[in-house]
């Protein structure tokens, strides 16, 4: 069992990535993380004339975006009746709205860009843990299409389940069509590959070691040498560190962690997941699981809060959990264990925002293939269209909270740990 992420084992790291070797001067725009956000906003700003550079400490997509589950549906972390009910109904819609446009800005980067990275659109399903969170399901489906007109969300009972998943370790679900599937490694080196392409120069092994503002200029020491810029994007996500103090309060990193077993027979595929939905359960602690391309089944979860989880220790868990719902894979062999970095926000949303004359954009909670690709490209579109366009992106005027007792450690998440196992408990 190998203790890398699958995805950029299936498909390393392309010798002809376009990357540079030689910073220059001066530079419109410097975006510090090569993820989804900074490449999609390196690739709007590319296409609208700007010179850019993408400043990666490790190489193009080293953390979250060649890591995750590769799964995305519409929604944000937080739900849509609560976003109306604090931010009013206008802005509640803004926010949902954009959930949906950054899957179909996925479709519409991919077909554009030619990226050949098995993106599917075939729909997702969240499943029933227990009967109470059926009879949610209900009510939800049922919000949607009286408050937003939303029809796109099909109720499954548990007589019915069979029909769209090979177990019976639920009590229902309900299913969406505006579901889909990517390889995230293929993404993360098309997006980088397209933005190149548009003008962006890449650097792998350039850590920002150093920012400082001076008339209305950033200059920036990197590993790679040093750079003036216009504007500079923060977009390290659940990576971010000390570099801009004013950010680290902002947004904390969560593990989370991820096994694949080998390839299964394609008649098992069939009768597990025969529609090929991206599935996940309404645990507090839930987990997500889907079919790869190869035909694996990948299973991840957010058992432990932690970032330095052993591997080990975190297949095991999963493994469990896996034959819990599948029991007829108890000895199917696990192939990889691998986890990643989230960014979690204390509202948890993303926020488009800046701090100390830095534009920093992250906090997408575990949804971050569209919404990152989605809020990168809102901030490319705000520093290409200047001041006007931010009116038209809502994660740029929500208030982001911060909380007095967290300056530069997460040391509170055991204790979140123990209260959302409660709340599985309890619910």
Known sequence: MKEIPYWTDDFPRPAALPVENHLPQHIDVAIIGSGYTGLAAALELAKNGASVVVLERETIGWGASSRNGGMTMPGLKQSTPELMEKYG??????????????????????????????????????????PSHFEQMKKKKAWYANTLGFTDMRLVTRDEIHEEIGTAAYFGGLVGELGAGIHPAKYVFGLATAAAHHGAKLYEHAGVENLQGKNGKFQLRTAAGEVSAGEVILATNGYTGNLVPGCKPKVFPVGSYSIVTEPMPTELQDRLSPNRRMFY????????????PDGRMLWGGRNNLSTDLNLQQSATILSQQLVETFPELENMPI????????????????HIGREDGIHYVFGYGGHGLSLATYLGTEIGKILSGGASHISSSPFAEIPHPTMFFYRREPWFLPLASLYYRFLDWKS
């Not at 509640?92 to 990275?117: P, Y």
């Not at 990889?336 to 970095?341: A, D, P």
């Open 89 to 130: 109904p206008e802005t509640g819609r803004a926010l949902w709205q954009a959930s949906i446009d950054a899957v179909h800005l996925i479709d519409e980067i991919v077909k554009t860009e030619k990226i050949d990275c098995n993106w599917h659109i075939g729909g997702y399903m969240a499943l029933a843990w227990k």
């Open 281 to 292: 359960d309404s645990k507090w602690f839930l987990n997500y699981f889907r079919l790869t």
């Open 335 to 350: 192939t990889h264990t691998w986890t990643g970095k989230l960014g979690i926000t204390f509202d948890l949303m993303p």
